[in-house]
């Protein structure tokens, strides 16, 4: 069993910061790229920020120049922090790992359960 759990998020102001991070454990065997993604009612999930399995990070287009992310491949954590909010940021945040579990040859994708952020005008 793999788990991702996040924390953070709630309701933030608009202009105001934000943090989340999301833990990766359970029987894993490698973890590969980490990061977040976001779904807006109505629309499709999107890209927030990711690092690599080599490490390199990238940024989604909405959030770039305001948001940073970073990950701890030891104790398996990623974190992000945005700033800058507004409503448009509202969405459901989910924390995703690729990672390969010691029962599995090959690794897959792992999604958290996903966490609630509301940016208030």
């Known amino acids: 069993q793999v788990y991702l759990v996040e924390s953070g998020g709630g309701l933030v102001q608009a202009g105001g910061s934000l943090g989340l991070s999301c833990a990766a454990s359970?029987?894993?065997?490698?973890?590969?790229?980490m990061g977040w993604y976001r779904q807006a009612p109505g629309k499709q999930r999107e890209l927030v920020a990711q690092v690599t399995a080599m490490g390199s990070t990238n940024y989604g287009d909405a959030v770039k120049g305001r948001t940073t992310i970073s990950v701890d491949k030891v104790e398996k954590t990623a974190w992000l922090q945005m700033n800058g909010l507004t409503p448009e940021d509202t969405a459901v945040y989910y924390c995703?790992?690729?990672?390969?579990?010691?029962?599995?040859?090959?690794?897959?994708?792992?999604w958290g359960q996903g966490t609630q952020v509301t940016v208030s005008s």
């Open positions: 995703s790992a690729n990672l390969t579990a010691l029962e599995s040859a090959v690794p897959r994708d792992y």
């Open positions: 359970g029987s894993i065997f490698r973890l590969g790229a």
